[in-house]
């Protein structure tokens, strides 16, 4: 008994071991589950950032495979992410909505004036609900939804050409999108 009591640190130590080697590598970080997931986008109504006359709405998303992306001009992953954005917008002419999360709207629309706007409409959510609608943790964040205005894919991050060519693009060309 006493050989076997001096066994069972090693055999903690052991276990410990196998649980982070398998978190190090085969967690997925940019795949942290949504409740909304085969669920139709949530019902929003914001304003546009360039035209404040104008809503963008749920009702944006249907008929068409698109993108929805969370962003603002404070986020530097955002910043990061946005030339990646700019490509889908203009090669392969994917339908991005944007909505602008806590952001001051002369500071978003500076930022795109400068950096050049890939979105078909960008939505304020000032006060962040719609993004807490949608689930949303923290900026970027993602949502491939289909022509039904379904949510089928989330990505939490920034999209890269990695992210892109493995995972979102063969997606969205599965789903009937460009």
């Not at 929805?68 to 954005?85: F, G, K, Q, T, Y």
Request: with cysteine; glycine share 6%.
């Amino acid at each position: 008994m006493k050989k076997f009591s001096t066994f069972i640190p090693l055999i903690i130590l052991f276990a410990l071991l196998i649980l982070l080697w398998r978190e190090l590598f085969y967690s997925k970080p940019n795949e942290l589950p949504s409740a909304l997931i085969g669920e139709a986008v949530p019902t929003f109504q914001l304003h546009d950032l360039f035209n404040s006359n104008q809503l963008v709405t749920q009702k944006d998303l249907l008929s068409h495979v698109s993108l929805v992306n969370v962003w603002a001009s404070w986020c530097d992953a955002c910043r990061i992410e946005h030339p990646m954005l700019m490509k889908i917008s203009k090669e392969y002419r994917v339908p991005i909505y944007g909505i602008n999360y806590k952001d001051n709207p002369t500071d978003a629309q500076n930022f795109m004036q400068q950096s050049g706007n890939p979105y078909v409409k960008i939505g304020q959510d000032l006060t962040g609900n719609v993004a807490i609608d949608f689930g949303v943790y923290g900026t970027p964040e993602t949502f491939v939804v289909n022509a039904q205005g379904k949510i089928i894919y989330r990505h939490i991050g920034v999209i890269d050409d990695e992210s892109w060519n493995k995972v979102l693009y063969p997606l969205i060309k599965k789903l009937g999108g460009r």
